[in-house]
C-alpha cells in the first residue's frame, strides 16, 4: 500500500503564494506519475498538474504561467509552487500518484487526503 503526506494549504489573499508538498512512500511501488488535481465546491476534481518520470509536466490552462510544480523522483516527493493566486483556486487540493508495483502489469493509483487552499479576494 502506498501511503501519501500532504502538506502546505491554507488561506491566503488573491496575489499571494502557497506551497503545497507531498511524499509518497511504499515497498515494491516504482512511482511513474505524481501531480495534483483540485475539487472546488459543487464542482468536480480537476487536473492541475502532472508529472511524469520522464520529466514530461502537463498543466491545466487555467493555472499555466502562474503554478510550477517540482519533482524528486529519487525521494518521491512532488511540490506545487502556486503564485498569484486567485479566488476562483480555492478548492482541496489532492496528491496524485500512479505507478506499478513489481512484477504487475497494471497501473496503481493512490490519492492524498486534500488539503484546503482558500484564497480570498
Known amino acids: 500500500q502506498v501511503q501519501l503526506v500532504e502538506s502546505g494549504g491554507g488561506l491566503v489573499q488573491a496575489g499571494g503564494s502557497l506551497r503545497l508538498s507531498c511524499a509518497a512512500s511504499?515497498?515494491?511501488?516504482?512511482?511513474?506519475?505524481m501531480g495534483w488535481y483540485r475539487q472546488a465546491p459543487g464542482k468536480q476534481r480537476e487536473l492541475v498538474v502532472i508529472?511524469?518520470?520522464?520529466?514530461?509536466?502537463d498543466y491545466a490552462d487555467s493555472v499555466k504561467g502562474r503554478f510550477t510544480i517540482s519533482r524528486d523522483s529519487a525521494k518521491n516527493t512532488v511540490d506545487l509552487q502556486m503564485s498569484s493566486l486567485k479566488p476562483e483556486d480555492t478548492a482541496v487540493y489532492y496528491c496524485?500518484?500512479?505507478?506499478?508495483?513489481?512484477?504487475?502489469?497494471?497501473?496503481?493509483?493512490?490519492w492524498g487526503q486534500g488539503t484546503q487552499v482558500t484564497v480570498s479576494s
Open positions: 496524485y500518484v500512479s505507478g506499478l508495483y513489481s512484477g504487475s502489469l497494471y497501473n496503481s493509483d493512490y
Open positions: 511504499g515497498s515494491g511501488f516504482r512511482v511513474n506519475v
Open positions: 508529472s511524469t518520470r520522464n520529466g514530461n509536466t
